[in-house]
């Protein structure tokens, strides 16, 4: 057992325990996205940073194609503090765009391609973003909108730009006679223009805006902070993981989710590991990607890790070894324990030790809260433990009282990378936060559940997802559970 001091969490921490040991690292606080990445990375410009449909682009590539989007939006009359939208997949352009924003101190605005035309057009207005970039495959949805308003300048980005696969299959092209442009041509515009100074590092300086799920009302801005980033992949770096050179990750995350954009892309190319892209989200696809790159980490969703288990899988991983895997780590829904078991089953029938890891997040909480570490194993139902150095959790009751190890609760956050605020909402922003006796903010995540004495956090579900039965809450995701716990069921959603 845990010792405990008094048997609340947030005063006990007895997760630092499993922090001790581990050398601790500053190298990306007080920096910015760019200024981290170049750092971390200048002196070594032939090794591969973005692997892209065929498209091995290295680190001196990447600072030259940052430099010219710098450039570019600078021609366009972009400023520090201004918003520039991104619609689209992760794809090499969508990152150079991220940290020329951050070089120049912009803001980047990353909209999903779900929204209707007037949900788009509202986002873009709110923030009063002149620049918009739009994925091909997205561009026809929203056209007529875009052509009414004079105030944007649309830039249609193949998705296939970087890659080989251009000359084969070309998408939507821009329709210069509507005003819109193609990324190359946007690109030439900052040709010959003086090199973009970098603007340095400023505590809480507004980085990017992503926008919550609406899950609770209508989808909301988020604005997260430079410390939102750096503080994150500072803490992985000192969470015991492998942050060696010269590793790959293989990531289908899109950028709309602050995980994608954080975890995905920022943290393992600060640290010199080779992002692997492919944004589809098909079950053979993944697999074949998985043995095609062969990474040492899979940042995915839940859904794609269950597709090891499906019987084409299980014949595509016949005779071939997985052996390279150390870092499978999923998010999004939580896995049946039955599930984890046979997935691990499969990753250590096929050569791995790898244990698949988990984490619980949200986008107001600047991405991740929990972490699963290596060096000790957490009960299959948890979540793992808060990130070190930066992150606090507690769980709480009703009336904002915390409560002790085993109780189930409201799921508080106590986080420096958190957002700002929800933007110009300043009555959610105010909702969500509470400030607790000792002027202490802590995020009300909306979620249910509980902390173990070994300081590791189980998620339940959603604090809005109930049914009444008479005038008795029943939570749906108790119901869920106990439909999943029998051997015939494979999937169940109450």
């Known amino acids: 057992m845990i010792e405990k001091r008094n048997g609340y969490p947030s005063i006990d921490k007895p997760w630092q325990q499993f922090y001790k040991s581990i050398k601790r690292s500053n190298k990306f606080i007080r920096t910015t996205p760019y200024i981290g990445l170049l750092e971390n990375n200048k002196s070594y410009p032939d090794e591969?940073?973005?692997?892209?449909?065929?498209?091995?682009?290295?680190?001196?590539?990447?600072?030259?194609n940052i430099d010219e989007v710098a450039k570019a939006l600078v021609a366009f009359g972009v400023k520090k503090g201004d918003f520039v939208t991104i619609c689209s997949t992760t794809t090499p352009e969508v990152i150079y765009t991220f940290y020329a924003i951050s070089k120049i101190g912009a803001i980047a605005n990353i909209i999903a391609p779900f929204y209707t035309t007037d949900e788009?057009?509202?986002?873009?207005?709110?923030?009063?973003?002149?620049?918009?970039?739009v994925a091909d495959n997205f561009i026809s949805k929203f056209r007529d909108s875009f052509t009414?308003?004079?105030?944007?300048?649309?830039?249609?980005?193949?998705?296939?730009?970087?890659?080989?696969?251009?000359?084969?299959?070309?998408?939507?092209?821009?329709?210069?006679?509507?005003?819109?442009?193609?990324?190359?041509?946007?690109?030439?515009?900052?040709?010959?223009?003086?090199?973009?100074?970098?603007?340095?590092?400023?505590?809480?300086?507004?980085?990017?805006?992503v926008y919550s799920s609406g899950t609770t009302g209508a989808s909301k801005g988020i604005l997260l902070s430079v410390d939102s980033?750096?503080?994150?992949?500072?803490?992985?770096?000192?969470?015991?993981?492998?942050?060696?050179?010269?590793?790959?990750?293989?990531?289908?995350?899109?950028?709309?989710?602050?995980?994608?954009?954080?975890?995905?892309?920022?943290?393992?190319?600060?640290y010199g590991v080779k992002v692997c892209v492919d944004p589809r989200f098909d079950h053979d696809v993944f697999i074949k990607n998985v043995l095609k790159f062969k990474p040492e980490y899979i940042l995915t969703n839940t859904s794609m890790f269950q597709g090891f288990t499906f019987e084409k899988s299980l014949k595509r991983l016949k005779g071939r070894s997985l052996s390279f895997l150390k870092y499978p780590?999923?998010?999004?829904?939580?896995?049946?324990?039955?599930d984890i078991e046979n997935i691990e089953g499969v990753f250590h029938s096929h050569g791995s030790n790898a244990r698949l890891l988990n984490g619980y997040g949200e986008c107001e909480c600047g991405a991740t809260v929990t972490t699963d570490i290596t060096s000790h194993k957490f009960s299959n139902v948890a979540s793992g433990i808060p990130l070190p150095d930066i992150t606090v959790i507690g769980i709480f009751d009703d009336d904002n009282q915390e409560l002790?190890?085993?109780?189930?609760?409201?799921?508080?956050?106590?986080?420096?990378?958190?957002?700002?605020?929800?933007?110009?909402?300043?009555?959610?922003?105010?909702?969500?936060?509470?400030?607790?006796e000792n002027g202490e903010k802590w995020s009300k995540t909306g979620d249910i559940g509980y902390i173990k004495e070994d300081g590791s956090l189980v998620v339940l579900g959603r604090k809005n997802d109930y049914s009444l039965i008479g005038t008795e809450k029943i939570f749906n995701f108790d119901i869920e559970r106990a439909i999943l716990n029998s051997d015939r069921v494979k999937l169940c959603e109450v």
């Not at 780590?329 to 039955?338: D, I, R």
């Open 48 to 64: 591969i940073a973005i692997e892209y449909f065929g498209a091995k682009i290295t680190y001196g590539s990447l600072f030259k």
């Open 120 to 133: 788009m057009l509202s986002r873009i207005k709110e923030c009063e973003s002149r620049i918009v970039i």
């Open 148 to 209: 009414k308003d004079k105030e944007i300048q649309v830039i249609v980005l193949p998705l296939l730009n970087s890659s080989i696969l251009r000359f084969i299959k070309s998408g939507t092209k821009a329709n210069e006679q509507c005003g819109e442009i193609s990324w190359n041509n946007f690109v030439k515009v900052g040709e010959g223009k003086p090199v973009v100074e970098t603007e340095q590092y400023e505590p809480q300086y507004p980085m990017a805006m």
């Open 229 to 270: 980033f750096q503080k994150l992949i500072n803490a992985y770096g000192n969470s015991g993981f492998d942050t060696s050179r010269r590793q790959k990750v293989y990531q289908n995350i899109p950028p709309w989710h602050s995980t994608g954009l954080s975890l995905g892309i920022n943290f393992p190319l600060s």
């Open 329 to 338: 780590v999923e998010g999004g829904e939580p896995l049946t324990e039955k």
């Open 404 to 436: 002790r190890y085993g109780q189930r609760g409201n799921v508080y956050v106590k986080t420096e990378i958190g957002m700002l605020e929800y933007f110009k909402n300043s009555e959610a922003t105010k909702e969500f936060f509470f400030i607790d």
